[in-house]
């Protein structure tokens, strides 16, 4: 696998933190129902004490009353063992969190089906053409809600953005409905839908774009006769933060400038050497902080991994300092920054793994000859997900993800046929 990709054939991938909830829905409330069922079947023995002591008081002969007392103790520890056990040990009683992925899976025909997963389980979504391409590239859940942005291939072989909310597909306004466009990353909050992407104009230019409630907004890029696309969105406040990249012709060059915008208005973000290519592929924020995650190209035009924090940025070596790296995602917890991506090692094999405060931290492929790469990073209290492919000993992409290292794999719509995370969420 080559890192060393230009926007034109990325596909990048959005990132935001996990969220961690407690509700008396799905498994929490049936968490909820199981432990009042064994707390009233403990007390139920507990309850035995009045009786017991009654009981008790009124025999006379010798052992009776201290035989009675013993049993009677012994039905207050087992009510009391049976409370603890139910409530988890003095926890709340909640179930574990659910598992959202979301993706392609490729069919019989060898065709990309975009999808989810959710705890293990694919969900395929509809597509418009069922023969042509279609993929799925982020994720959000919310009232109960699944939204999946991407896009899918029409009878004309023209790739449409939108995204689907409960499997039902929302197509995007395009800049021209000849060309090309996609969604890349989506927020929700409340009734308002936001996703950011791309839209080509007639002429075949890619312009940064996002999509509010299904009317879109132009970005501005450097040079409008040129390419420039969204990565990543994220809402600050009445702020719509989007991130990736746009291309500067000035003075006779093509460099890919890694950018973010606030509404309309664009930032470049720092580069180790100007006139070389970068990209932003993913945005959160942190603690008041802003931060983005990408690559840019150094003097020896190999793809390096950094993030910027409030626009300062930090470069990041893959396993092999000499050759390719990539962030695919952050994920903060207090002043602990996780990247996760992929770096080209000395075999010139693609491995995944993230960085920790800038320590690569590498991850155990199914193959170590084949690539592998970390698309997605998530937190969920001390545990560490992260969600991409790993390419097996017979050259199929698995899909799946590493809790704390310990690789899950996700099924497929064939086990001989690609299946990719393009996103991860914990919730």
């Known amino acids: 696998m080559n890192l060393t990709n230009t926007r034109t054939t990325v596909h990048p991938m959005p990132a935001r933190q996990a ?121 959000a859940v919310v009232g109960g809600s699944v939204y999946v942005a991407g896009y899918s291939t029409n009878t004309s072989n023209v790739r449409v953005a939108g995204y689907w909310k409960d499997g039902s597909w929302v197509a995007l306004d395009p800049v021209s409905a000849s060309t090309n466009s996609a969604a890349e990353a989506i927020v929700v909050s409340g009734s308002n839908v936001y996703v950011g992407g791309y839209s080509r104009t007639a002429g075949g230019i890619e312009q940064p774009v996002y999509w509010l ?37 000035a003075g006779g060059g093509n460099e890919q400038i890694p950018s973010y915008w606030i509404g309309t208005n664009r930032t470049a973000l720092s580069q180790p050497v100007v006139d070389r290519d970068g990209l932003v592929l993913t945005l959160i924020q942190s603690g008041g902080s802003t931060y983005a995650g990408g690559w840019n190209r150094k003097a020896d035009n190999v793809q ?62 199914l193959d170590s000859s084949r690539a592998a790469v970390v698309h997605s990073i998530a937190l969920s209290g001390s545990d560490v997900y992260a969600g991409g492919f790993s390419r097996n000993t017979s050259d199929v992409s698995v899909a799946g993800y590493w809790k704390n290292g310990t690789w899950t794999a996700l099924p497929g719509l064939q086990t001989d046929r690609d299946a990719e995370v393009r996103e991860i969420l914990i919730q």
């Open 213 to 249: 409630n299904g009317t879109r907004t132009n970005l501005t890029p450097v040079d409008t006769g040129t390419h420039s696309g969204v990565s990543s969105i994220l809402l600050s406040g009445s702020d719509v933060y989007t991130a990736g990249y746009s291309r500067d012709t």
């Open 304 to 365: 390096l991994a950094a993030y910027w924090k409030d626009g300062t940025r930090t470069d990041l070596n893959g396993p092999d300092s000499t050759r390719a790296s990539v962030v695919w995602s952050i994920a903060v917890s207090g002043s602990d920054v996780y990247a996760g991506g992929a770096g080209t090692n000395t075999s010139n094999v693609t491995v995944p793994g993230y960085w920790l405060n800038g320590t690569w931290s590498g991850l155990t492929p």
């Open 19 to 139: 969220r961690a909830r407690i509700a008396l829905t799905g498994k929490a409330r049936q968490a909820s129902l199981t432990l009042v069922a064994i707390c009233t079947l403990a007390l139920f023995a507990a309850c035995g004490q009045s009786r017991d002591s009654e009981y008790c008081g009124e025999l006379t002969l010798p052992g009776q009353y201290q035989t009675c007392e013993k049993n009677r103790e012994k039905r207050r520890t087992t009510a009391a063992l049976a409370l603890v056990a139910a409530s988890g040990s003095g926890s709340s009683g909640s179930s574990a969190p659910s598992i959202y992925a979301v993706g392609y899976a490729k069919n019989s025909s060898s065709v990309q089906v975009p999808g989810y997963w959710k705890d293990g389980v694919f969900t395929s979504l509809s597509v418009l053409d069922a023969t042509r391409i279609s993929d799925a590239h982020g994720i």
